[in-house]
């Protein structure tokens, strides 16, 4: 059984640092890609970053040059270092794995852990 279990959320002031960590169970997890998504109040999923089982790495144009991802392979879990936080970061932030080689397996979520950026 696969699970993604979110930790790391929180309340921060803006400027301010979080650092969260997905960590899976249940499957290969060096050959799956894991992203990080989020989703405010009101508004769709979207997209915050993602890593390859490669590495390599790709973020949304609204968090580049503040978040950063990584993985470590060994302890089975992905991290996203979120820093000079904005109020606009605001949301429940929600871990992915997909693997896209075949066979192919997922997505598998997470349950999701809030973040707010408030003074």
């Known amino acids: 059984q696969v699970q993604l279990v979110e930790s790391g959320g929180g309340l921060v002031q803006p400027g301010g640092s979080l650092r969260l960590s997905c960590a899976a169970s249940?499957?290969?997890?060096?050959?799956?890609?894991v992203s990080w998504y989020r989703q405010a109040p009101g508004k769709e999923r979207e997209l915050v970053a993602a890593?390859?089982?490669?590495?390599?790495?790709n973020y949304a144009d609204s968090v580049k040059g503040r978040f950063t991802i990584s993985r470590d392979n060994t302890k089975n879990t992905v991290y996203l270092q979120m820093d000079s936080l904005k109020p606009e970061d605001t949301a429940v932030y929600y871990c992915?794995?997909?693997?896209?080689?075949?066979?192919?397996?997922?997505?598998?979520w997470g349950q999701g852990t809030q973040v707010t950026v408030s003074s």
């Open positions: 992915n794995a997909l693997r896209v080689a075949i066979p192919r397996r997922g997505p598998y």
């Open positions: 249940g499957l290969t997890f060096s050959t799956y890609t």
């Open positions: 890593v390859s089982s490669s590495g390599s790495t």
